[in-house]
T-cell receptor, first 114, second 114 residues
Framework: EAGVTQFPSHSVIEKGQTVTLRCDPISGHDNLYWYRRVMGKEIKFLLHFVKESKQDESGMPNNRFLAERTGGTYSTLKVQPAELEDSGVYFC????????????FGPGTRLTVT | AQSVTQLDSQVPVFEEAPVELRCNYSSSVSVYLFWYVQYPNQGLQLLLKYLSGSTLVKGINGFEAEFNKSQTSFHLRKPSVHISDTAEYFCAALSGGSNYKLTFGKGTLLTVNP
């Protein structure tokens, strides 16, 4: 069974540019999550999808971040325009349906905004 | 709000020595607890989890953790570490109910020296 995949693995962009991160969850997992780790800080929750619906987006920093999950499959996280403080590692995770609490993480996308 | 504290940011040990990585959580409701490991240049891997039942939980690679409700702790232990255990370890908590977001500690970097 393939794990959670993320693309790209690294991205370096200039302040003000746009970047789109992609996550492909484990097949059959209804739940998809985005987390972020800023350097030196803990990993923090950004948002949670159940299929194509946003269940909880309380962790999204501001309206420069837009997440979508087309057809309940893969998800994208767009940052527009990027700021220096957006630098960090963005993790995607997925889990099965209700009552299955284990979340399986992807390798992360390291975003550097210069 | 849920919080997770990992008291040690770095733990250096010698090969074949025992190790304990400490984790404390705060929650007034039922909680599910997890340890994740991140090896260099890799994603987060689930090491073990406590959902219910026996308070001593065994995970992969010889690690185990004990859930202690009275002390609100979930310390990770291994009786004899290997060089290959060098990694960053994250304790995480998930509150019961419909809230699926994980709250992470800041991580503990375990360095195993020969």
């Amino acid at each position: 069974e393939a794990g959670v995949t993320q693309f790209p693995s690294h991205s370096v962009i200039e302040k003000g540019q746009t970047v789109t991160l992609r996550c492909d969850p484990i097949s059959g997992h209804d739940n998809l999550y985005w987390y972020r780790r800023v350097m030196g800080k803990e990993i923090k929750f950004l948002l949670h999808f159940v299929k194509e619906s946003k269940q909880d987006e309380s962790g999204m920093p501001n309206n420069r971040f837009l997440a979508e999950r087309t057809g309940g499959t893969y998800s994208t996280l767009k940052v527009q325009p990027a700021e220096l403080e957006d630098s960090g590692v963005y993790f995607c995770a997925s889990s099965h349906g209700t009552g299955r609490y284990e979340q399986y993480f992807g390798p992360g996308t390291r975003l550097t905004v210069t | 709000a849920q919080s997770v504290t990992q008291l040690d940011s770095q733990v250096p040990v010698f090969e074949e020595a025992p190790v304990e990585l400490r984790c404390n959580y705060s929650s007034s409701v039922s909680v599910y607890l997890f340890w994740y490991v991140q090896y260099p240049n890799q994603g987060l891997q689930l090491l073990l989890k406590y959902l219910s039942g026996s308070t001593l939980v065994k995970g992969i690679n010889g690690f185990e953790a004990e859930f202690n409700k009275s002390q609100t702790s979930f310390h990770l232990r291994k009786p004899s570490v290997h060089i290959s255990d060098t990694a960053e370890y994250f304790c995480a908590a998930l509150s019961g109910g419909s809230n699926y977001k994980l709250t992470f500690g800041k991580g503990t970097l375990l360095t195993v020296n020969p």
